[in-house]
């Protein structure tokens, strides 16, 4: 079963930047799509980004223009890239693939971002 391993997580200050990496353990990586997703204290997970296996994206409104998305299927690992960092955004990040309304791995650990002053 695939692995995902979520790190790069932070305290930042406002406006701050942050570059998130998920690994997976799979050999077929490069035909997932793969997404992040974040979980904030007392709310539901949601979807931020995801860019499929053919390297389109697409982000949820509260995100564009900010985040960006990106894979290297050679290192199995996909990227956030997260600028102008608002402390509506502290939550604690994940990755997956998902298809469907089903996911290829089990939930990781996820990686704790935290924006504060």
């Known amino acids: 079963q695939v692995q995902f391993v979520e790190s790069g997580g932070g305290l930042v200050q406002p406006g701050g930047s942050l570059r998130l990496s998920c690994a997976a353990s799979t050999s077929i990586f490069s035909i997932y799509t793969m997404a992040w997703y974040r979980q904030a204290p007392g709310k539901q997970r949601e979807l931020v980004a995801h860019?499929?296996?053919?390297?389109?994206?697409n982000y949820v409104d509260s995100v564009k223009g900010r985040f960006t998305i990106s894979r290297d299927n050679a290192k199995k690992t996909v990227y956030l890239q997260m600028n102008d960092l608002k402390p509506e955004d502290t939550a604690v990040y994940y990755c997956n693939a998902p298809y469907g309304s089903h996911f290829f791995g089990p939930w990781g650990q996820g990686t704790q971002v935290t924006v504060s002053s």
């Open positions: 860019i499929t296996n053919d390297g389109s994206t």
